[in-house]
């Protein structure tokens, strides 16, 4: 009976992600979606909506944890939860911590700003690799492995390019608005995007609807 309501509290909570990540285009169209990751919604008068978009996504990532307890029990599928686990709480800390402005000086940074990007280096490895590595596990298990795999390689692929991007603009390279780092909203946002539906598919036979 936990795992029937944890996985449908990580559905619920990956559709508020999705809706709140909506929302903010609309509430602060300042923010080019193209140019711009989606933590930058985390500052000015719309932050807390923002703080409800990553909390939401950590709710849905432990959630889905928990509702998979009982059905993965291979040493990758244990990896895997844990992962998911360890991708909650980076996703939690960055609802709780907002990232500074682009750009503040590294030697400025507040303690918010140092935490969110601890949470963003414990989040996005432990997100990705959770889904890969989950998506495998229930490989041999269930019937809609296969559509695992699809939203697991785009947000492999958001992930590639999106770290592409951003190698090639660089610390301490002057902006160029006509760079690369005029795209780098892009991937950042599909990936996001693919990671809730990503929950959304492993939570739904869980959750029985």
Request: glycine fraction near 10%; charge should be positive; hydrophobic fraction near 60%.
């Amino acid at each position: 009976m936990l795992s029937l309501y944890a996985a449908r509290a990580a559905i619920v909570a990956a559709a508020v992600s999705l809706v709140t990540l909506a929302a903010l285009h609309i509430l602060k169209p300042d923010l080019h979606p193209s140019r711009t990751m989606i933590s930058q919604y985390a500052l000015g008068p719309y932050g807390r909506v923002m703080a409800l978009c990553f909390a939401a996504f950590g709710v849905a990532s432990g959630s889905l944890a928990v509702a998979m307890v009982p059905t993965v029990r291979s040493l990758g599928g244990r990896i895997g939860i844990a992962l998911l686990l360890t991708a909650a709480v980076g996703l939690v800390m960055a609802a709780r911590f907002p990232m500074d402005p682009v750009s503040t000086p590294p030697a400025q940074m507040s303690h918010s700003g140092r935490m969110h990007g601890v949470a963003f280096l414990l989040g996005l490895p432990s997100m990705v690799l959770a889904v890969l590595v989950l998506s495998f596990a229930l490989g041999g298990q269930v019937s809609y492995a296969g559509l695992l795999m699809t939203v697991a390689a785009v947000i492999w692929i958001s992930l590639i390019v999106m770290i592409g991007i951003m190698l090639r603009v660089g610390p301490g390279k002057p902006p160029d608005p006509n760079g690369p780092e005029r795209f780098v909203g892009v991937p950042n946002r599909l990936l996001m995007v693919a990671y809730a539906v990503w929950l959304m598919v492993a939570a739904w036979p869980v959750a029985r609807w």
